[in-house]
């Protein structure tokens, strides 16, 4: 049995792999994974020096001035008249990078600091790495990150048109600043130490991202803190005083990170408060989540002496657990306690004392004068945990991949296996898993004091189900999905865990510097409480908000079908820019289901414009004649010039357009930098370049991604439609009557599109990507602008070391690629209902607009991070934006060959059918001509329904051609700056 077995999968092999495809020159090993591609990570690399007894080194400091830098051009050393204030010569470093040699006095561990000064001013963060003796000597040192420190352009709040209070928008400070290496995730609790080798080594500074001044560079002896007890000591002399220091914590500050914002918090514990109007009161909670970000006070200390320190905070972390924060006093921890203070998990305000184990509060010893008090989010308590399960993921998806090795990656739950014949440690590996998870779970259950929460529950249930599949270890290839691949498998659970673990959100209202004063009650008694709630429930009668209302005959009334936080500032830009400029009211208000657009248009109560609608809304509008022809306007040509001509397809019927694009998707391929240049592996630009690089991804247990494997059951427009418009294929015959999936091009694509599945073994089921790219599963794939938001905003442990290129073509004879591919965005629109069709036309040219766009999305991005950053549809606009240039050039040439799928009466049938046809060639075997055929007859006929429906066919014969809008009638309207 065993060898007929081993026969099959060696067929398998030589059937999946076509011949001359692989690229290694040498014999591969069995246990060869992504592991050995990389440099270990850093927790790994402390754990052999530990065992290995690498020490710190001691008592030694070298400074390197900028004029000892190796190899260095003159232009490039700036004097110290143009240092900015360093007072001696600096290094513009801004895309090149900078070596120096160092004499180690012994070997051991060292730590590398830099004093810099930021010339780049944008929420792009500045990126280096730092090699040793030519080499990364852990994964970490890949990215090390210069922070901008940040402020308010005010200290006071202005209010909108409501009367609540805005943000303020924010500016970068620049000023000289020393910084140690530190990990980018900022998991360690400490700076990052280097191996050195006694006598010289060479340190090489290079290049990621940004610009800034280098002043002198250190590499010294990592800094010890020293103990309470000792900081004690060394100010015994000094008294305490008795007084009472009182802060709010929303006025006053700086931060590393431009998006730590004040908060409106609504209730008559805080202070300020208001039952009628938001008033930013508070700072921090989820925009002060993220390990690394720090936020500084400036206090004022009227006389010497020590001080108590209590933070009135609101700790209700979504899924419990205690948060930590690092206390800096005039820029250093005072003592090593203050390296870690942990804020409970409580769903009321409390004014939280900072003190040690044995609740004695600690003392601050401040001199008369200014001082800055600073906090710092930090995640490093759980790092051993997030490390261990990543450890564990890797290992699962290794064994997971060993195992469909051996079924052919076939799921036939009538065919038993004997497991152990194959893996004979399999039952060892789900233990070994089993126990290290029970490990931390355990850990973080004292982390949080015995109690329970989330994070620790969802722990339990993936050793709970990893233990119950070790009982029945030969239904494990028949359980894949519980293991590895499904929504509630043990894989799932623990990746999330990943993105919720290190989140540290914490909010303050005040804090107190203080002596053994009575302070403040944190919260309001039942009475206060009861009456603030009833005063703003009446309140909420009279009080303006973004609700959809009618607005008076002189005011444009715009719905908007997004958050509060991007209606805040259009509402702002348009009362302080378009209104002014054009004497046009405009009130916003936010759209609570833009499904309900088309309901609301039948009984009259449309607004005059919809603005962040998906596209697929204004053609059913307008069908149902709801809608205003855009293109009846005599500067619609000119003002769409600066569109991608793809884009308006969907938004079309005949030659009238309905609505303008708002924002633009992409697809683009991802791809790991680190692991291509390891492997030696190309970045693909055709689709043969990509079935070239699959056996060696496959060979390392890696793959190629395709939305086609993120789409679930039902393939959408976005992962099919490429393949067609890359092959030469339509979807429709001309005159929009019958369905052109059946013809030769098409069909190349469709076959072409299943081989991707059957015959090379890309992955026909993906839940996320952005997981396995972090992980290195999938090192490269197709993906959209969600996934770009994810990498950039919530994977820093692979920043500046992964990249993106246009999408993987179709080769033409004249050696062209062609790129089609589509990008479905949000749309605005004007209802015929609308009130003045000028002064609508106006507000969208308005909103549209390079500025506008360029303002709506620098201010959105400044104050909310890089999760809220905004993909404008304006093509000038988006070349503005505080994106990295290389990204936006390659978005921008994939966008140009943007091609979104035009609607028809029948588009949803084509869509639909060409799912089925993939499913019934992956999953069923079925021949493509069979599939295709049988899918045409049933798209034909509900084309023929629906085009008789409205009015385009009658008795089965045409009355009218529906004519399919295509890119080049478009560019017609433009002139020929579209053209490629």
């Given at each position: 049995?065993?060898?007929?077995?081993?026969?099959?999968?060696?067929?398998i092999?030589?059937?999946?792999?076509?011949?001359g495809?692989?690229?290694?020159?040498k014999?591969?090993?069995?246990?060869?994974?992504?592991?050995?591609?990389?440099?270990?990570?850093?927790?790994?690399?402390?754990?052999?020096?530990?065992?290995?007894?690498?020490?710190?080194a001691?008592?030694?400091?070298?400074?390197?001035?900028?004029?000892?830098f190796?190899?260095?051009?003159?232009?490039?050393?700036?004097?110290?008249?143009?240092?900015?204030?360093?007072?001696d010569?600096?290094?513009?470093?801004?895309?090149?990078?900078l070596?120096?040699?160092?004499?180690?006095?012994?070997?051991?561990?060292?730590?590398?600091?830099?004093?810099?000064?930021?010339?780049?001013?944008?929420?792009?963060?500045?990126?280096?790495?730092?090699?040793?003796?030519?080499k990364?000597?852990?994964?970490?040192?890949?990215?090390?990150?210069?922070?901008?420190?940040?402020?308010?352009?005010?200290?006071?709040?202005?209010s909108?048109?409501?009367?609540?209070?805005?943000?303020?928008?924010?500016?970068?400070?620049?000023?000289?600043?020393?910084?140690?290496?530190?990990?980018?995730?900022?998991?360690?609790?400490?700076?990052?130490?280097?191996?050195?080798?006694?006598?010289?080594?060479?340190?090489?500074?290079?290049?990621?991202?940004?610009?800034?001044?280098?002043?002198?560079?250190?590499?010294?002896?990592p800094?010890?803190?020293?103990?309470?007890?000792?900081?004690?000591?060394?100010?015994?002399?000094?008294?305490?005083?008795?007084?009472?220091?009182?802060?709010e914590?929303?006025?006053?500050?700086?931060?590393?990170?431009?998006?730590?914002?004040?908060?409106?918090?609504?209730?008559?514990?805080?202070?300020?408060?208001?039952?009628?109007?938001?008033?930013?009161?508070?700072?921090?909670?989820?925009?002060?989540?993220?390990?690394?970000?720090?936020?500084?006070?400036?206090?004022?200390?009227?006389?010497d002496?020590?001080?108590?320190?209590?933070?009135k905070?609101?700790?209700?972390?979504?899924?419990?657990?205690?948060?930590?924060r690092?206390?800096?006093?005039?820029?250093?921890?005072?003592?090593?306690?203050?390296?870690?203070?942990?804020?409970?998990?409580?769903?009321?305000?409390?004014?939280?004392?900072?003190?040690?184990?044995?609740?004695?509060?600690?003392?601050?010893?401040?001199?008369?004068?200014?001082?800055?008090?600073?906090?710092?989010?930090?995640a490093?308590?759980?790092?051993?945990?997030?490390?261990?399960?990543n450890?564990?993921?890797?290992?699962m998806?290794?064994?997971?991949?060993?195992?469909?090795?051996?079924?052919?990656?076939?799921?036939?739950?009538s065919?038993?296996?004997?497991?152990?014949?194959?893996?004979p440690?399999a039952?060892?590996?789900?233990?070994?898993?089993?126990?290290?998870?029970?490990?931390?779970?355990?850990?973080?259950?004292?982390?949080?004091?015995?109690?329970?929460?989330?994070?620790i529950v969802?722990?339990?249930?993936?050793?709970k189900?990893?233990?119950?599949?070790?009982?029945?270890?030969?239904e494990?290839?028949?359980r894949?999905?519980?293991?590895?691949?499904?929504?509630?498998?043990?894989?799932?659970?623990?990746?999330?865990?990943?993105?919720e673990?290190?989140?540290?959100p914490?909010?303050?209202?005040r804090?107190?510097?203080?002596?053994?004063?009575?302070?403040?009650?944190?919260?309001?008694?039942?009475?206060?409480?009861?009456?603030?709630?009833?005063?703003?429930?009446?309140?909420?009668f009279?009080?303006?908000?973004?609700?959809?209302?009618s607005?008076?005959?002189?005011?444009?009334?715009?719905?908007?079908?997004?958050?509060?936080?991007?209606?805040?500032?259009?509402?702002?830009?348009?009362?302080?820019?378009?209104?002014?400029?054009?004497?046009i009211?405009?009130?916003f208000?936010?759209?609570?289901?833009?499904?309900?657009?088309?309901?609301?248009?039948?009984?009259?109560?449309?607004?005059?414009?919809?603005?962040?609608i998906?596209?697929?809304?204004?053609?059913?509008?307008?069908?149902?004649?709801?809608?205003?022809?855009?293109?009846?306007?005599?500067?619609?040509?000119?003002?769409?010039?600066?569109?991608?001509?793809?884009?308006?397809?969907?938004?079309?019927?005949?030659d009238?357009?309905?609505?303008?694009?708002?924002?633009?998707?992409?697809?683009v391929?991802?791809?790991?930098?680190?692991?291509?240049?390891?492997l030696?592996?190309?970045?693909?630009?055709?689709?043969?370049?990509?079935?070239?690089?699959?056996?060696?991804l496959?060979?390392?247990?890696?793959?190629?991604?395709?939305?086609?494997?993120?789409?679930?059951g039902f393939?959408?427009?976005?992962?099919?439609?490429?393949?067609?418009?890359?092959?030469?294929?339509?979807?429709?015959?001309?005159?929009?009557m019958?369905?052109?999936i059946?013809?030769?091009?098409?069909?190349?694509?469709?076959?072409?599109?299943?081989?991707?599945?059957?015959?090379?073994?890309?992955?026909?089921?993906?839940?996320?990507?952005?997981?396995?790219?972090?992980?290195?599963?999938?090192?490269?794939?197709?993906a959209?602008?969600?996934?770009?938001?994810?990498?950039?905003?919530a994977?820093?442990?692979?920043?500046?070391?992964?990249?993106?290129?246009?999408?993987?073509?179709?080769?033409?004879?004249?050696?062209?690629?062609?790129?089609?591919?589509?990008?479905?965005?949000?749309?605005?629109?004007?209802?015929?209902?609308?009130?003045?069709?000028e002064?609508?036309?106006?507000?969208?040219?308005?909103?549209?607009?390079?500025?506008?766009?360029?303002?709506?999305?620098?201010?959105l991005?400044?104050?909310?991070?890089?999760?809220?950053?905004?993909?404008?549809?304006?093509?000038?606009a988006?070349?503005?934006?505080?994106?990295?240039?290389?990204?936006?050039?390659?978005?921008l040439?994939?966008?140009e060959?943007l091609?979104?799928?035009?609607?028809?009466?029948?588009?949803?049938?084509?869509?639909?059918?060409?799912?089925?046809?993939?499913?019934?060639?992956?999953?069923?075997?079925e021949?493509?001509?069979s599939?295709?055929?049988?899918s045409?007859?049933?798209?034909?006929?509900?084309?023929?329904?629906?085009?008789?429906?409205?009015?385009?066919?009658?008795?089965?014969?045409?009355?009218?051609?529906y004519?399919?809008?295509?890119?080049?009638?478009?560019?017609?309207?433009?002139?020929?700056?579209?053209?490629?």
């Amino acid at each position: 049995m065993k060898t007929k077995i081993m026969i099959s999968l060696v067929l398998i092999g030589l059937l999946v792999i076509p011949n001359g495809m692989a690229m290694a020159e040498k014999d591969v090993s069995k246990d060869q994974t992504v592991e050995n591609v990389v440099e270990e990570r850093y927790h790994t690399v402390l754990e052999q020096w530990k065992e290995a007894g690498v020490e710190n080194a001691s008592n030694f400091e070298a400074s390197i001035s900028p004029s000892d830098f190796k190899d260095v051009k003159e232009d490039e050393l700036l004097s110290a008249e143009d240092s900015k204030g360093y007072g001696d010569r600096v290094f513009y470093w801004h895309n090149q990078e900078l070596s120096f040699d160092v004499i180690a006095p012994e070997d051991g561990l060292y730590e590398i600091s830099f004093d810099y000064y930021p010339i780049s001013k944008e929420v792009v963060p500045i990126e280096g790495s730092i090699l040793v003796n030519g080499k990364y000597p852990f994964y970490e040192s890949r990215r090390i990150v210069f922070p901008l420190k940040w402020k308010s352009v005010k200290d006071t709040f202005d209010s909108d048109r409501f009367g609540n209070e805005i943000i303020p928008n924010q500016e970068a400070i620049a000023e000289w600043s020393k910084i140690s290496a530190l990990d980018a995730s900022n998991l360690q609790s400490e700076p990052l130490k280097y191996q050195l080798k006694k006598g010289k080594n060479t340190i090489t500074f290079t290049h990621l991202n940004g610009e800034m001044l280098i002043g002198n560079v250190y590499v010294h002896s990592p800094s010890e803190l020293i103990s309470y007890k000792d900081y004690l000591q060394n100010n015994k002399n000094n008294k305490k005083v008795q007084s009472l220091i009182s802060q709010e914590a929303e006025k006053g500050y700086t931060k590393n990170s431009s998006y730590i914002r004040p908060v409106a918090t609504t209730g008559s514990s805080v202070v300020p408060n208001n039952p009628k109007y938001l008033l930013l009161n508070t700072i921090g909670g989820d925009s002060w989540r993220e390990s690394g970000q720090r936020v500084n006070w400036n206090v004022s200390i009227a006389e010497d002496g020590f001080y108590h320190l209590t933070f009135k905070v609101l700790q209700k972390k979504e899924t419990g657990g205690p948060v930590f924060r690092k206390l800096l006093i005039d820029g250093d921890i005072p003592f090593s306690e203050a390296a870690l203070i942990p804020f409970e998990f409580n769903k009321k305000w409390v004014n939280a004392t900072l003190k040690d184990e044995k609740e004695d509060p600690y003392l601050f010893y401040f001199t008369k004068g200014e001082h800055e008090i600073s906090l710092e989010a930090d995640a490093s308590p759980v790092e051993r945990s997030i490390f261990t399960i990543n450890e564990v993921i890797k290992e699962m998806q290794n064994f997971a991949l060993s195992i469909k090795k051996l079924t052919g990656n076939q799921n036939d739950r009538s065919r038993g296996w004997k497991i152990n014949e194959y893996f004979p440690d399999a039952e060892d590996k789900l233990n070994d898993w089993a126990n290290r998870l029970e490990e931390e779970s355990k850990y973080l259950t004292s982390l949080n004091k015995g109690n329970q929460s989330k994070d620790i529950v969802s722990m339990n249930m993936a050793v709970k189900k990893l233990r119950t599949l070790n009982k029945k270890p030969n239904e494990i290839p028949n359980r894949l999905s519980e293991l590895t691949e499904g929504s509630s498998s043990v894989a799932q659970l623990l990746g999330n865990l990943l993105l919720e673990l290190p989140k540290q959100p914490l909010l303050i209202d005040r804090f107190y510097i203080h002596g053994e004063n009575k302070l403040p009650a944190p919260t309001s008694g039942l009475f206060k409480n009861s009456w603030y709630g009833m005063k703003r429930f009446v309140q909420s009668f009279s009080a303006g908000n973004y609700s959809a209302s009618s607005a008076d005959d002189q005011t444009l009334e715009i719905w908007v079908n997004r958050q509060r936080q991007y209606v805040d500032i259009i509402q702002n830009l348009a009362d302080q820019n378009f209104t002014p400029k054009t004497g046009i009211k405009v009130k916003f208000s936010i759209m609570p289901d833009e499904g309900k657009l088309i309901l609301a248009s039948a009984a009259n109560n449309q607004p005059d414009v919809a603005i962040g609608i998906s596209n697929w809304l204004p053609y059913e509008l307008s069908i149902r004649g709801a809608a205003v022809d855009l293109h009846e306007f005599s500067d619609f040509e000119d003002y769409i010039k600066q569109f991608s001509p793809g884009a308006f397809l969907p938004l079309m019927v005949d030659d009238s357009v309905y609505a303008l694009p708002e924002t633009q998707d992409f697809y683009v391929q991802f791809y790991r930098k680190d692991i291509l240049n390891a492997l030696n592996v190309p970045v693909p630009d055709t689709w043969d370049d990509v079935i070239k690089i699959l056996p060696e991804l496959q060979r390392f247990g890696m793959n190629y991604y395709t939305p086609i494997a993120g789409a679930g059951g039902f393939k959408s427009f976005q992962t099919t439609a490429p393949f067609i418009y890359q092959f030469h294929g339509d979807l429709y015959e001309e005159d929009g009557m019958r369905t052109a999936i059946g013809e030769e091009d098409s069909l190349k694509a469709i076959e072409f599109m299943a081989k991707l599945n059957t015959i090379y073994s890309m992955p026909m089921q993906v839940p996320n990507f952005y997981n396995h790219f972090r992980y290195s599963t999938l090192p490269i794939g197709i993906a959209n602008f969600s996934t770009y938001v994810q990498l950039t905003a919530a994977a820093p442990e692979i920043a500046g070391w992964w990249d993106i290129s246009p999408y993987p073509g179709v080769k033409q004879p004249d050696g062209s690629v062609e790129r089609w591919a589509t990008g479905s965005g949000q749309s605005a629109i004007m209802f015929k209902g609308t009130k003045d069709r000028e002064k609508s036309w106006e507000f969208l040219k308005w909103w549209m607009s390079t500025d506008t766009q360029v303002d709506f999305a620098t201010t959105l991005q400044t104050l909310y991070g890089p999760e809220y950053m905004w993909n404008s549809a304006n093509l000038e606009a988006f070349k503005q934006l505080p994106w990295p240039e290389e990204h936006k050039e390659t978005i921008l040439k994939q966008w140009e060959y943007l091609q979104e799928v035009p609607r028809t009466p029948g588009a949803y049938m084509v869509e639909r059918e060409l799912s089925n046809i993939w499913n019934r060639i992956v999953f069923d075997g079925e021949n493509p001509r069979s599939a295709v055929d049988d899918s045409v007859i049933a798209i034909n006929r509900e084309i023929s329904r629906k085009m008789e429906e409205f009015g385009y066919m009658k008795n089965g014969k045409m009355v009218k051609p529906y004519q399919i809008p295509s890119i080049e009638q478009v560019k017609s309207w433009a002139g020929e700056e579209h053209e490629n």
